[in-house]
């Protein structure tokens, strides 16, 4: 069964999730729209950083 974690990061959810080998998969999410998957959190967040800021 696979395992995830949520945590709300400026009004986004970024959602933890494990895969093989005890690596994570990160993906953000806002009102049930998908942003994107990244290897690691701070790339989660500063994507969400990126689509604040308008660029």
């Not at 696979?2 to 690596?23: D, L, M, P, Q």
């Not at 998908?34 to 994507?47: K, M, Q, T």
Request: hydrophobic share 35%.
């Amino acid at each position: 069964m696979e395992s995830a974690n949520c945590r709300n990061y400026r009004g986004h959810i970024v959602i933890a999730r494990k895969i093989t080998f005890g690596r994570y998969r990160f993906d953000v999410w806002r009102q049930g729209e998908h942003f994107g998957r990244f290897r690691d959190d701070i790339a989660a967040e500063l994507h969400v950083d990126k689509l604040l800021r308008g660029d």
